[in-house]
């Protein structure tokens, strides 16, 4: 067997934050090396490949603050950026801060296991080769391992067979095919408009239907990105002090304090805006159901507007609450479904039946097609942990001191699981929040705490069993506020069989979160045990 590498910080992932926290890292002096599966940087953004792959965040705020040089001199091209250009910008990163000496791509991290002696976690790799460091910071991603649902006959299935969070690198033809579209979250309502402009025919199987937005994506202006660019520093800190840290504005009234017509302006605007600002139209659309009610009346009046049949346009209304599962935003997902080609098939109870060589059988009837593809998700927020087989304290594996629901402090690190690092860990706002700058504030408090540790010669960091606990329940607590629990969604595990009903991402806001973070760091890393060397 090969000699074990010896590093001080492993990160397992080199998206965003593999990215960010290997050059934190380097710049502090600490010998680290980012690992990962795909065969390129990018993480979800090197995957996610399918066609119409865009981000929902706006171009000019999805990208990183740490460096005004970078942020100055990348042109973004258009309002929302297509997964090929943060691609672009992904790698325009790693070549700018000359990143990939120490990024290894084509490996998969296998397990990773705590040697309590050393205090040192031993990382086997997929390629055969191990690894020793003092910190293991996974940076894996919400949303990346995919949820490939275990469809009886899956594999009988002669056509091909894409999951949209696994797409091939090359582009896939879809012309004179008959498609077959499992799924109506945000990947299929970009992906089956571009789809069903190629294909002979797409037959889109939906089990809930889905509140699609209209994205209005269009060019950037120069003027406008300058304009932007120059104000920055002030738009960045007004985001900050945001809900979710997005650059959105916010209504301040509740929906209800205003008559039913004026709210319906107020909607009627911020539709023809567009983006994930609707719901930010007024301050009460997430925490009361009637007020929700009025934004869920105006978009199947919407629905029912673009569609042209009315059966149809009957099929696709949303009957859940608005903004419980995540909107979806795009351009012209309902009136995809005016075209001769497609056909909609609202799952009964019994859902997807059996897959046969040529088809699939659904809501009674048989389906023929040549290419089937699963719109399906991804295992939120908890599976690309679970994937890895991570043993702490005593051999603990991670799966089993999270078989009731993920654990954390701070949705940072787990108690058995010492010098073990999350990056947007279930716990933290993460997938509530704009993803770069939670990034951003995650690797910056893990490169404080580690350098602390440095500074102060201390061995080992490890939440305390009743602070972790405690903030588990305080985030159970705020999220059964919010009408965000009530309904079937990944923020819950609910798209997993068999996952626990858990809500995993934190929901007290960006601010009070990240103020708490700084608290706990000021005070000594409070709520945390620290073991001398
Ligand atoms: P989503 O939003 O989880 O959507 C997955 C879709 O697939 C959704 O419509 C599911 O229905 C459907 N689904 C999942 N499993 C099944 C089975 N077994 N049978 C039928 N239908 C199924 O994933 P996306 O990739 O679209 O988007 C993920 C996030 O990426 C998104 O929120 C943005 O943040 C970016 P369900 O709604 O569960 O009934």
């Known amino acids: 067997m ?24 380097r710049g502090m002096g600490f010998a680290a090396r980012a690992l990962d599966a795909a065969s390129g940087v990018g993480g979800t953004w090197y995957w996610n ?66 040697d309590e002696t050393g205090a040192v976690w031993r990382v086997e790799t997929d390629t055969g080769e191990t690894f020793l460091a003092s910190y293991c910071i996974m940076a894996t991603g919400c949303l990346s391992a995919a949820n490939r649902p275990d469809f009886e006959g899956l594999d009988d299935f002669e056509g091909r067979v894409f999951h949209t969070g696994h797409w091939p690198h090359e582009p896939v033809d879809f012309t004179g095919r008959r498609v077959g579209v499992i799924g109506t979250g945000s990947s299929a309502v970009q992906a089956i408009p571009e789809i069903a402009r190629q294909a002979s025919h797409v037959t889109v199987f939906q089990r809930t239907a889905t509140y699609v937005i209209p994205a209005n994506n269009r060019p950037l202006d120069a003027g406008e990105q300058r304009d932007i660019k120059a104000r920055y ?23 209800l304090s205003v008559s039913e017509e004026e ?40 629905i029912r507007e673009i569609v042209d049949d009315p059966e149809t346009a009957e099929k696709l209304l949303p009957r859940h609450t608005i903004g419980c599962k995540r909107l979806s935003l795009g351009d012209d997902y309902y009136a995809t479904y005016n075209r ?72 940072l690190m787990s108690s058995g699981f010492p010098n073990l690092f999350a990056i947007t860990g279930p716990g933290s706002p993460s997938v509530l929040s704009n993803m770069m700058p939670t990034i951003e504030h995650h690797v910056e408090w893990i490169a404080g ?18 602070a972790q606990e405690s903030w588990v329940e305080h ?39 990240m103020e708490k973070c700084a608290a706990v760091a000021a005070a000594g890393y409070e709520g945390f045990e620290l073991t001398p060397a």
């Open 233 to 255: 520093p002030e738009l960045r800190a007004a985001a900050r002090k945001t809900f979710g840290g997005f650059a959105v504005p916010t209504g301040r009234e509740s929906a």
């Open 340 to 411: 001769p080609n497609v056909e909609l098939v609202p799952l009964g109870e019994e859902g997807i039946g059996r897959i046969a060589v040529d088809g699939l059988t659904a809501a009674g009837r048989e389906f023929r097609f040549d290419d089937l593809v699963l719109a399906t998700g991804f295992d939120a927020m908890t599976g690309a942990l679970s994937r890895i087989d991570i043993r702490g304290r005593s051999g603990m594996a991670l799966t089993k001191a999270w078989e009731a629901g993920p654990r954390m402090y701070l949705g």
């Open 475 to 513: 985030g159970n607590e705020v999220a059964s506020r919010t009408l965000r629990y009530t309904c079937s969604s990944w923020y819950l595990g609910a798209n997993v069989p068999g996952k626990p009903r858990v809500f995993m991402p934190y929901i007290g806001g960006m601010p009070s979160y």
């Open 449 to 466: 705490c580690i350098g602390f540790l440095r500074e102060n010669d201390i061995r080992e960091i490890e939440p305390h069993l009743e």
């Open 2 to 25: 090969a000699d074990a590498t010896r590093l001080d910080a492993l990160i397992v992932g080199a998206g965003f934050a593999g990215l960010y926290m290997l050059h934190k890292l």
């Open 263 to 302: 709210c319906r302006e107020t909607l009627g605007r911020a539709w023809n805006q567009g983006g994930i600002g609707f719901l930010n139209s007024y301050i009460d659309f997430g925490i009361d159901e009637q007020a929700n009610v009025r934004a869920q009346a105006f978009v199947r009046d919407k």
């Open 49 to 114: 490949r399918y066609p119409g792959a865009r981000c929902d965040v706006e171009s000019m705020f999805y990208c990183y603050q740490f460096d005004d040089g970078l942020s100055q001199e990348w042109e973004w091209t258009e309002r929302y950026p297509a997964q090929s250009e943060i691609l672009r910008y992904a790698n325009h990163v790693a070549d700018r801060f000359d990143l990939w000496p120490d990024i290894q791509l084509n490996t998969r991290v296998a397990s990773a296991v705590y």
